[in-house]
């Protein structure tokens, strides 16, 4: 079996690390003299071309768990593992045929800024503030716990020391290079993460003859699942919540702040356009890289250990690298993993600061009135705010479950901004209040319907009385066990037909007697087996039930964000956002007046 | 803001109505074909499990529903692209011929 110095400290993992932390800074502190304006700050001045920012946009997306996550995911399920993998990217395309080009024509430096351009600053802006900032905090808490997680197994770091270290790093970043340091660390981890797994997959295709076909057949023959393995399994249970998932994985990604925001830094409406480009293939090449390690890892590192190190198969990847390219691998793709954790948290601050400096202080509390060195000050003051929110967020929910993080992040990215920021762009007739209460409308459907799920409402709030009724029927089950037990052993006992027919009489009379007796004793077990059948449906009955059946509520929060906004638009037209939606038009197709 | 001014004449502007009633039309038929592919993809897993459980050739384990999820990541990428041809060789030409007609 395959011995692993994972979970131990590793010198060469934390040498290749500190090489990066060294040239990040540098990086930063080279940033930093050229980030002055807010244009610099938020935008890194516009001045990053189309291929860069696709690089930037890849980093800024692909988390540590879409690289260990997934490739764990495909090393203990197969196919339903892919399955997942496909999610991921098909929101792109949506990105680049609705949102990219008109979001660059029209915003400046949020998505709220395109919300808000034909209608009323105030209330717009608090709202699409409030939807960016439940998306921000969200998904930095799941990046923080999985950070401090998988550094503390890559690493031998505890915990907390790995997400004061995380923290650190990313408020460094972000408070003195801004979106330039952080476009930067994205593409470098970009770089990296595609290198890193391209390297890994060569090495591992080089142990099949590079053959796929081979591949999959000694993963069949490798894995318990055996054919099974390569086929969809129980991933996909009701089709309306694959399709609930769907939605949100989709749009949702057309709704993240952080990833609307890098629209920004591209200097016009065609280099928004091919870095979606750009992003969509290395995102989609990644994936499919991933579930190639995921494969090879069942083969060549086999599920039990994978398993052994970690429940979930979060290390199905690093422990690929130690086999084929021993502890040198395994310590730079732990850095590389880090690296990627550090890119996405950073793109994620800043977008957060963006929403609280640009959107909050700027457009609520000073109405659109502020010089630019009194906003990039907030900007920064906000950086450090949600940076240290973030470490003790991170801090606060050590050991806790908080996968269901990220599809509520989906889910309210999918719901609260997507339907406003769509509707502003297409949508003529739509209104100030129409986009104020579709936002809150997604964000506290998506909220309330995600907590009702199974995801949070059984395995999270009612955890404790599902163990305890699941250890109860299982007792249950066991007591019904051993009376069938007990039944099948008297049944032994009893003197078969055929033995009593060549029986003398007076023995006969004997032997049905002493049956009769034995039947006697069944009956009575098996009122007893049926006492505890009825045991077992009431304990069952005990059973918390989901109020939400479904276990993400896309499709719901979705669909009531389209409505509010269309019914309320439509009960109180505004006329005069009716009348700038033409200054809106010619600027979102031809790009004049674009800042 | 004298481009401002020239608005009226842009939008009702042939040029412009043709432009983006075009881009309307390719951006919707482009997302409308994204998600077929991917609920297709997706009701495929939902509905018909042994389509796709079905093996690409005797004697290997390999099924047909690999290169179809693999397939699905490739197409919408090729979805992108097909946007990015039609922007760069037409889109970007009609934008040109507006803007030079209301003079930069």
């Keep these: ?341 550090l890119a996405v948290v950073s793109g994620l601050t800043l977008a957060g600061a963006s929403a609280l400096s640009h959107d909050l202080y700027v457009g609520v509390i000073r109405r659109g009135v502020a010089n630019e060195k009194e906003e990039v000050k907030v900007a920064k003051i906000a950086t450090v705010g949600l940076g240290i929110c973030a470490i003790l967020l991170g801090i606060l929910f050590k050991g806790q479950n908080v996968a269901f993080l990220v599809g509520l992040t989906f889910a309210i990215a999918a719901s609260a901004n997507f339907p406003a920021l769509l509707m502003s762009i297409m949508w003529k007739k739509f209104t100030t209040y129409g986009a104020v209460t579709s936002i809150y409308t997604g964000l506290t459907v998506a909220v309330v319907l995600l907590i009702l799920s199974p995801t949070v409402w059984i395995d999270i709030v009612h955890k404790d009385d599902v163990a305890k009724v699941t250890a109860q029927i299982k007792e249950i089950d066991t007591a019904a066990g051993s009376v069938d037990a007990q039944i099948a052993d008297l049944q032994k006992q009893m003197v078969s037909d055929d033995a009593i027919a060549k029986l003398k009489k007076n023995e006969k009379v004997a032997a049905e007697k002493k049956n009769a007796g034995i039947q006697a004793s069944v009956t009575a077990k098996a009122a007893e087996k049926d006492a505890l059948a009825a045991k077992k449906k009431e304990a069952g009955a005990a059973m918390p039930k989901a109020i939400f059946p479904l276990k993400n509520p896309g499709i719901y929060s979705m669909a009531a964000a389209f409505l509010i906004g269309i019914l309320v638009s439509l009960m109180k037209p505004e006329k005069e956002a009716q009348e700038k939606f033409d200054a809106e038009k010619v600027r979102e197709y031809v790009g004049i007046g674009a800042e | 803001m004298s481009k401002l001014i020239k608005k009226e004449d842009i939008l009702s502007d042939p040029d412009f109505i043709k432009l983006s009633s075009q881009k309307d039309t390719i951006s919707i038929i482009l997302t409308i074909l994204e998600l077929v592919l991917y609920f297709g993809f997706i009701s495929l897993i939902a509905y018909n499990k042994p389509f796709l459980a079905q093996k690409m050739s005797e004697g290997d384990a390999a099924t047909i529903g690999i290169p179809i999820a693999v397939g699905t990541i490739v197409l919408s990428w090729v979805l992108t692209g097909i946007y990015i041809w039609w922007a760069n060789t037409k889109y970007d030409d009609m934008v040109k011929r507006i803007v030079d007609k209301v003079g930069g």
């Design chain 1, 1 to 341: 079996m395959h011995q692993t110095i994972i979970g131990q400290s590793n010198p060469i993992a934390i040498m290749f690390f500190v090489v990066f932390v060294v040239i990040t800074l540098g990086i930063t502190w080279w940033a930093a003299k050229r980030t002055r304006t807010t244009k610099d700050f938020y935008a890194a001045g516009r001045s990053i071309t189309g291929f860069q920012n696709g690089l930037a946009l890849a980093g800024d997306y692909m988390s540590a768990a879409s690289f260990l996550g997934i490739a764990g995911l495909v090393s203990t399920k197969g196919y339903d593992g892919l399955i997942y993998s496909v999610g991921w990217l098909v929101g792109w395309p949506i990105v680049m045929f609705l949102i990219s080009e008109p979001l660059r024509n029209l915003g400046k430096y949020t998505f709220a800024d395109v919300v808000a351009f034909r209608l009323q600053q105030r209330p717009i802006r608090a709202a699409a503030a409030a939807g960016s900032l439940v998306v921000v905090l969200t998904y930095l808490i799941a990046q923080m716990v999985g950070a401090g997680t998988l550094i503390k197994l890559m690493f031998g770091l505890p915990f907390e020391l790995a997400i004061v270290v995380t923290g650190a790093l990313m408020i460094s970043y972000v408070l003195f290079g801004g979106m330039i340091a952080t476009t930067w660390v994205q593409i470098i981890k970009a770089v990296l993460l595609l290198g890193g797994a391209t390297l890994l997959v060569i090495m591992t295709l080089a142990q099949f003859g590079f053959s796929y076909a081979e591949l999959f057949n000694k993963a069949a023959a490798a894995t318990p699942l055996g054919q099974k393995f390569l086929e969809p399994g129980g991933l996909v249970t009701s089709p309306i919540d694959a399709f609930s998932l769907g939605l949100a994985l989709m749009f949702g990604t057309a709704g993240l702040p952080h990833i609307l925001m890098r629209f920004y830094t591209v200097p016009d409406a065609k280099a928004a356009r091919k870095s979606v480009f750009v992003a969509t293939g290395f995102i989609g090449y990644f994936y499919i890289l991933t579930v190639t390690i995921g494969f090879g890892a069942a083969v060549l590192v086999g599920q039990k250990v994978i398993m052994g190190i970690d429940k979930g198969g979060n290390m199905a990847g690093p422990l690929l690298a130690e086999v084929l390219g021993g502890n040198i691998f395994l310590g730079f793709l732990s850095a590389v993993a880090f690296a990627t954790i």
